[in-house]
């Protein structure tokens, strides 16, 4: 680790060899790159030999802000000194902002939080609140989503490979073809407790819903007594050119799931709670570090930077460019290009393994969604240069 500068945090470790001493030490459930990343600014990323990446990985939907943003960085300095841990046993002036300004900020009606520390936690309160609330056990979701790995969110989650190994899973879960509206009545009955779905598919190979299939989803929930559950922690923070996907469709959802880009960078998750939600009683749900001050401080910072640098806006439009540009790429590699802002898809016709690492080479990071789909993050911060550098990138590994 000596090729680069670091802070005193660092000390004692120049010469380590990272991948070998991961390899040996940690758990072995994370496909891994053969990267050492050391340091960020903005939408790039460096390694531990000085070379700069332009990052559309963006933490798995994280970074929305960028890395290291000045406004967050000094949030978190002045916080650290002052307090890191005040459990909801006790109240917190930054609790207490961060929660008003967030339910201010949401659909209409979303006026209460329950915060915890990432997006599957945000799913499984929900999930549990929403059969709480109703009485009902059944939850219906979608084929191709993916809401997260712990058990109750990955009885949701559609994909075998997650699910196989951990069955039996939690039952009471259903699956429908996601944007099939008519299967969608099919299946919520007066056993349904909650519809839960993502506005954009991420994980699951980057579709967007139709207004007609996400406006009919609210309207059976209402008209059946169930409740509409959003899963935001991917696509929300600005990701799609609206604060929140489900913006773009006039969506009041009954329970709003946030994680990754809501905490700037800080562990964060949250339950946004509509008025359709009953009220919840004393313990029925918790967390120990939900809610705490490096995670509020956070995620006020975040919501201020959203607002001031209006990064929804600059997500909306540089998206639709990107978008554009991605569709006008001749090869005869792609099958379809969608997107939504700048959550952006590359499905290919055979599997993009080898064309991330070709990425890499040209120093560019890149995420898959499935197996033949190249999925684009970057940081909202990112300039239309980088981007210029990306397509550059994406036409000469296409190209070959």
């Known amino acids: 680790m000596s090729d680069a500068k670091f802070s005193s945090i660092y000390q004692g470790l120049e010469g380590m060899d990272v991948q070998a001493v991961e390899a040996q030490v940690t758990s072995g459930v994370y496909s891994k790159r053969d990267l050492v990343i050391v340091r960020g600014s903005g939408a790039l990323l460096y390694d531990q030999k000085g070379r700069e990446y332009i990052d559309c990985v963006g933490g798995q939907g994280i970074a929305n802000i960028g890395h290291c943003h000045p406004r967050l960085v000094a949030a978190l300095s002045e916080q650290v000194q002052q307090l890191t841990v005040c459990p909801e046993l006790f109240y917190h002036p930054l609790r207490a902002a961060f929660v008003q300004r967030l339910t201010g900020l949401a659909p209409e009606g979303l006026n209460r939080a329950f915060l915890c520390n990432s997006g599957a936690e945000a799913v499984e309160g929900a999930i549990k609140f929403a059969r709480y609330s109703t009485g009902r056990k059944g939850i219906v979701a979608a084929m191709r989503c993916f809401h997260g790995r712990t058990m109750g969110a990955l009885s949701a989650t559609w994909n075998k490979k997650y699910r196989e190994p951990f069955e039996p899973l939690v039952p009471g879960y259903s699956h429908i073809p996601y944007d099939d509206l008519e299967k ?5 009955t007066d056993e349904t407790a ?4 993502e506005v954009v598919q991420g994980e699951g190979g980057v579709y967007p819903g139709s207004a007609e299939f996400l406006q009919g989803a609210q309207q059976v929930c209402r008209e059946r007594g169930a409740l509409l559950i959003i ?7 600005g990701r799609t050119g609206k604060l929140f996907a489900n913006q773009h469709y006039d969506l009041q959802p009954d329970l709003m799931c946030l994680g990754k880009a809501v905490g700037g960078g800080v562990p964060t998750g949250a339950v946004l709670i509509g008025e359709r939600v009953g009220e919840l009683s004393v313990g029925i749900h918790g967390s120990t570090f939900g809610g705490n001050p490096m995670s509020c401080a956070g995620g006020l910072a975040t919501l201020n930077i959203m607002e001031n640098e209006q990064l929804p806006q600059r997500a909306a439009e540089l998206g639709a460019w990107m978008l554009e540009e991605l569709r006008a790429i001749q090869s005869p ?4 290009v969608r997107g939504l802002g700048l959550i952006l898809g590359i499905e290919l016709k055979q ?3 080898p064309y991330l690492a070709a990425l890499t080479e040209r120093g560019v990071l890149a995420l898959p969604a499935g197996m033949t789909v190249i999925r684009l993050l970057p940081p909202l911060v990112v300039s239309r240069d980088q981007l210029q550098q990306v397509l550059a990138a994406l036409r000469e590994v296409l190209a070959e």
């Open 184 to 188: 969608l009545k099919a299946a919520v």
């Open 194 to 197: 909650a519809v839960l779905l």
């Open 231 to 237: 899963d935001e922690v991917q696509t929300g923070m």
């Open 333 to 336: 590699l792609i099958r379809e």
């Open 351 to 353: 599997k993009v393994a």
